[in-house]
């Protein structure tokens, strides 16, 4: 409930409210510490029935960009879809993702390569990406609607990005290849110390 008067300005929020923006406040803290380079929005042409459709298009989606860039990419991605209703306009199922890789990506080079998997551009399709600058909020739109029951998200390779998810992750002997992998690619990609 909102409450005005002509010298101040209050929003009063319901317990459920509270505890949905605490919710997405600790999720938010808990995903900044990965070095995240991209912050996209990825959607569908036309309507997505499938779901499982959907899911599969943008894992081969992520698979072709780690090829591309010869390396692993971590990232955590937000499903969302409304349906019209309350006045609201109804908005097809479309991504918005944190990219992270140990090389660097370039926004033009991820939003062809989707392009290129679900269609050329359009009013209704394709990719925006632009670098991540975690002043503009770009974890807390990500998280917006993880209570909501048209929103979901995923997350790929967390595990190797996160500093305290890598140390609390049970090793085993994927989970050390991966890493053997990751530190590898960051040798070659980091600049000695001079």
């Keep these: 409930m ?3 008067t002509e010298t101040e300005f209050r929003v009063e929020w319901t317990d459920q409210e509270r505890r949905t923006i605490e919710i997405a406040r600790a999720y938010s803290k808990w995903v900044r510490p990965v070095n995240w380079q991209l912050f996209g929005t990825f959607t569908f042409p036309g309507v ?5 459709w959907a899911d599969q298009q943008f894992a081969e989606f992520i698979n072709g960009l780690e090829e591309a860039l010869k390396s692993d990419v971590c990232y955590i991605r937000a499903d969302e879809r409304r349906f019209s209703g309350c006045g609201k306009p109804a908005c097809g199922l ?3 993702a944190l ?3 140990v090389v660097p990506m ?3 080079l991820v939003e062809w390569l989707w392009t290129s998997r679900v269609g050329e551009r359009s009013e209704d399709a394709g990719a925006f990406v632009v670098p991540y600058n975690p002043i503009q909020g770009g974890v807390e739109y990500i998280l917006k609607m993880i209570n909501e029951p048209e929103g ?3 997350l790929r390779n967390f ?3 996160h500093p305290e998810a890598r140390d609390s992750y049970k090793p085993n002997a994927r989970f050390r290849r991966n890493l053997r992998r990751l530190e590898m690619q960051q040798n070659k990609f980091t ?4």
């Design 94 to 96: 479309h991504y918005h």
């Design 48 to 52: 997505i029935y499938h779901d499982e």
């Design 106 to 108: 370039h926004p033009a």
């Design 2 to 4: 909102i409450e005005t």
């Design 99 to 101: 990219l992270a890789s």
């Design 159 to 161: 595990h190797l990005f």
């Design 191 to 194: 600049p000695p110390n001079v």
């Design 152 to 154: 979901d998200w995923k």
